[in-house]
């Protein structure tokens, strides 16, 4: 039997085979290592959920009464819902440890209200300014009123550690050597606020966008001094050679300055705040455990029945009558909701000054405006244009969502709209409009002031809970007087 002899291999062959096994792993080494070569954006996007680090307070983050909210949650949340992705939220007390947190790569990251340092820069990346703010030396009133800085070596002052705040006072005290203060690395600064309003401490430091919204809630507690230049907010970032989620931030931030979101983000938060009456804030608080618990009862079961927060009801009523029954105008406006003659004729009001049946009337109407909104427009854009409808007519409020189009805003916004009713008072302008002139600056002032009532409203009746008086008898909501 002949046998078959196997063909010897020559060096040519092992050189063929070893080509080809190189070819082959080259072919399969991007799918093999395709992992590690994910950008941090696609990581993001891959595992659902991008995380931010924060700290918990008024213009950063907090829990509302409905869920998440404050300027930096929002803003952060538009980001993460255009990558379509989940947002994550990380509230850390302590200063150092978020940027600590955004150095070592453990999170996406910092939306905090971070304040531009040049130290800073040596540790982290900061994105596109969003907000301007100043720093402000704050007392309060009745205390002695510091004017200079050579008045604090006297005062006791505290800020938060590792804040923007400490780092001026650093500098500060190099032509200062005498200037002393203490840092609290276990406070926010929206804490030492109260600590400056109880008169634990003399004096603090806080950013000037901080002390508007908590001037709402204490309005003893004031500016003394500016004692920093304009300082701008940023996101803060690791700093990395991976720009991928860092290119994309700038192009969200450029998109919603264009778009004008961000300005109506600002507005948001902060629009209703610019003027601060000490003296009618302090009004009304008092008026808030005086007057409110006859009337709070009448308020509850009205937002109740028409699906309205019965504290924006109250704000209304607060801003309308000061919650006076008997209140009149010179027009002929009466009751606690000031409801006019013809409104309270197409409501089945029988009398203006009862004051149940004037809260009713009142919810009852914001319900009816509320229905003739289009119903594409969002919250809480939707009632706000529905409180200014309360106030000038809803075909003055719609001529100024169609110059507001006309003038290539949003007539869906109420940030673009409160710009164009003003308009109304121009003939330029009303001439070419369906309703004609209108005080346009009226109804802008009048949701102003609203949402700084409710605001306050809310705060209290979540701290202290407010306590209504009993109804003496039952109010039937379907009578045929609503």
């Not at 905090?112 to 982290?124: D, M, N, Q, S």
Request: net charge negative.
């Amino acid at each position: 039997m002949m046998q078959n002899k196997q063909k010897p291999t020559t060096l040519s062959d092992i050189a063929m085979n070893i080509l080809i096994r190189i070819f082959l792993t080259l072919l399969l080494l991007p799918a093999l290592s395709g992992c590690e070569k994910l950008t941090e954006l696609e990581r993001i996007k891959e595992n659902g959920v991008l995380i931010v680090a924060t700290r918990n307070s008024p213009t950063t983050y907090y829990e509302g009464a409905d869920g998440p909210t404050g300027f930096e949650y929002g803003l952060a949340k538009r980001f993460a819902d255009e990558l379509g992705v989940e947002l994550k939220m990380i509230s850390v007390t302590n200063l150092n440890d978020i940027l600590t947190m955004v150095r070592k790569n453990e999170v996406n990251f910092a939306a905090a209200g971070l304040t531009i340092t040049e130290p800073r820069k040596y540790w982290v990346r900061f994105g596109p300014p969003y907000q301007e703010i100043t720093q402000e030396v704050v007392y309060r009133l009745g205390t002695a009123r510091p004017t200079k800085i050579r008045h604090l070596l006297t005062r006791n002052l505290e800020v938060v550690a590792d804040s923007s705040h400490a780092e001026l006072l650093e500098k500060l005290q190099a032509a200062y050597p005498e200037l002393r203060w203490t840092e609290n690395p276990n406070v926010e600064s929206s804490e030492l606020l109260d600590l400056v309003w109880e008169q634990i401490i003399d004096v603090t430091i806080a950013d000037s966008n901080e002390l508007k919204l908590h001037q709402k809630y204490t309005p003893e507690i004031q500016s003394a001094f500016t004692i920093s230049d304009t300082q701008q907010l940023a996101w803060a970032f690791p700093k990395s050679k991976d720009d991928s989620l860092y290119n994309r931030v700038l192009s969200f931030f450029e998109e919603q300055r264009k778009n004008g979101e961000l300005k109506s983000l600002i507005n948001e938060y902060y629009g209703h705040v610019k003027r601060f009456d000490y003296v009618g804030t302090r009004e009304y608080m008092s008026d808030i455990n005086l007057v409110l618990p006859k009337y709070q009862y009448m308020f509850e079961t009205a937002g109740q029945y028409y699906d309205v927060d019965w504290r924006l009801l109250a704000a209304m009523g607060y801003q309308e009558s000061h919650w006076d029954p008997d209140a009149r105008s010179p027009t002929g406006v009466r009751g606690l909701m000031m409801l006019t003659m013809n409104t309270a004729k197409f409501l089945d009001i029988d009398d203006r000054l009862d004051p149940r049946k004037s809260i009713y009337g009142g919810a009852k109407y914001f319900d009816n405006l509320r229905s003739r909104i289009p119903s594409r427009i969002p919250e809480p854009d939707k009632t706000w244009m529905t409180v200014a409808a309360y106030n000038v007519g809803l075909g003055h409020l719609e001529d100024a969502r169609v110059i507001a189009e006309k003038k290539g805003l949003d007539p869906d916004k109420w940030a673009d709209v409160k710009e164009t009713l003003p308009l109304l008072t121009r003939k330029k302008w009303y001439k070419k409009t369906r309703y004609g002139y209108a005080r346009g600056w009226e109804p802008v002032r009048y949701v102003e002031q609203i949402r700084s009532y409710y605001d306050i409203l809310k705060w209290i009746s979540n701290r202290d809970k407010v306590t209504p008086e009993p109804e003496p008898e039952a109010f039937d909501i379907n009578s045929p007087a609503l």
